[in-house]
């Protein structure tokens, strides 16, 4: 029985520490409207840093200057910081020309990462004429750049089914894209299924589930509404009658992201990227909780 109980106590001793060596966290940050937002920005940046991360990556929307918006937080960051960061690079809304100018100008300034993708055009009645797949293989002829691109578990918002999804992300791949980045989800078997059709199909880079924290459950049911997210009957249950109090819900949610990643954890995935939304609190307690204890 001390044997077996030494024995117990040893795996656990090792599983810890395997889980600080190889646990890795990545972050998602917005540029912010103004200076205000900005100072907070860096804030957040400055607590989450403590917590060695990999990479991090900023947006940009469809409006006018959002390029521009985005190239100057990511000069700022990676300045600052010395971390890898890497823009979103959108084909949507540029031209080849535009496109080329705002790569050339990220690789001339040192930024060797990019998150390649389609975007949201500003017309709803906009023609694709370029797609992600299309953006990658522009981009590996200006550069040698690291490209990370999306994945969509549980189907993207305009895709017919999951198959069209699958051959799409594996266009991506095939042209040069070096992992994917999942949108948030909830439900772990959405994941897990999708990683195991991936593999079917010939895509074997890493898929790195997106994590998006709960600060607002009205908040959350928008997004997913606007991302075909499911939200699990369980979820709905925990913040039943919690509409007033959001401290109680970032409890929660903390709690949420803890099991999420666990349980992610325990099926090989290592790398964990997470949808700030430029804040700090719940994703550092998640993240530092789970650096400092086993799983």
């Not at 894209?177 to 593999?199: E, G, K, M, P, V």
């Not at 997913?224 to 709905?236: D, E, G, R």
């Given at each position: 029985?001390n044997?077996?109980?030494?024995h117990?106590?040893?795996?656990i001793?090792?599983?810890l520490?395997?889980l600080?060596?190889t646990?890795?966290?990545?972050f998602?940050?917005?540029?912010?409207?103004?200076i205000d937002?900005?100072?907070k920005?860096y804030l957040s940046?400055?607590?989450?840093?403590?917590?060695n991360?990999?990479?991090?990556?900023?947006t940009?929307g469809a409006?006018?200057g959002?390029e521009?918006?985005t190239y100057e937080?990511?000069?700022?960051?990676?300045k600052?910081t010395g971390?890898?960061?890497?823009p979103?690079?959108?084909?949507?809304?540029?031209?080849?020309?535009?496109?080329?100018?705002?790569a050339?100008?990220?690789w001339k300034?040192?930024i060797?990462?990019?998150?390649?993708?389609?975007g949201?055009?500003?017309?709803k009645?906009h023609?694709h004429?370029m797609y992600?797949?299309d953006?990658?293989?522009?981009?590996?002829?200006i550069?040698?750049?690291?490209?990370?691109?999306?994945?969509y578990?549980?189907r993207?918002p305009e895709?017919?089914?999951?198959?069209?999804?699958i051959?799409n992300?594996?266009?991506k791949?095939?042209?040069?894209?070096?992992r994917?980045?999942?949108q948030?989800?909830?439900?772990i078997?959405?994941y897990?299924n999708?990683?195991?059709q991936?593999?079917?199909?010939?895509?074997?880079?890493?898929i790195?589930p997106g994590?998006l924290p709960i600060?607002?459950?009205?908040?959350?049911k928008?997004f997913s509404?606007?991302?075909?997210?499911?939200i699990?009957?369980w979820?709905?249950k925990?913040f039943?009658k919690?509409?007033?109090?959001?401290?109680?819900q970032?409890l929660?949610?903390?709690?949420?992201?803890i099991?999420?990643?666990?349980?992610?954890?325990t099926e090989?995935v290592?790398?964990f990227?997470?949808y700030?939304?430029?804040?700090s609190?719940?994703?550092?307690s998640?993240?530092y909780?789970?650096?400092?204890?086993s799983?």
């Amino acid at each position: 029985m001390n044997f077996l109980n030494k024995h117990y106590q040893e795996t656990i001793h090792n599983r810890l520490e395997s889980l600080k060596n190889t646990l890795q966290f990545s972050f998602e940050f917005f540029p912010p409207k103004n200076i205000d937002l900005e100072n907070k920005l860096y804030l957040s940046i400055l607590k989450l840093i403590k917590l060695n991360p990999s990479f991090f990556s900023v947006t940009h929307g469809a409006n006018n200057g959002e390029e521009k918006k985005t190239y100057e937080i990511v000069q700022k960051i990676y300045k600052k910081t010395g971390v890898i960061t890497a823009p979103h690079l959108t084909c949507v809304n540029n031209t080849p020309i535009e496109l080329e100018k705002i790569a050339r100008l990220y690789w001339k300034s040192g930024i060797r990462n990019i998150v390649a993708l389609r975007g949201d055009a500003k017309n709803k009645m906009h023609k694709h004429i370029m797609y992600a797949a299309d953006l990658v293989t522009f981009l590996k002829k200006i550069a040698d750049f690291d490209i990370s691109v999306a994945a969509y578990p549980e189907r993207h918002p305009e895709s017919d089914n999951m198959k069209d999804d699958i051959l799409n992300l594996k266009k991506k791949i095939d042209a040069g894209a070096n992992r994917a980045i999942t949108q948030f989800f909830f439900n772990i078997d959405s994941y897990l299924n999708f990683r195991d059709q991936c593999i079917k199909n010939g895509i074997n880079v890493e898929i790195i589930p997106g994590i998006l924290p709960i600060y607002n459950f009205q908040q959350l049911k928008k997004f997913s509404t606007m991302t075909n997210v499911t939200i699990p009957k369980w979820i709905f249950k925990m913040f039943n009658k919690l509409e007033d109090d959001l401290t109680t819900q970032r409890l929660i949610g903390v709690n949420i992201l803890i099991d999420i990643v666990k349980k992610l954890f325990t099926e090989g995935v290592k790398n964990f990227h997470f949808y700030s939304l430029n804040k700090s609190d719940v994703v550092y307690s998640t993240c530092y909780f789970l650096k400092s204890l086993s799983l």
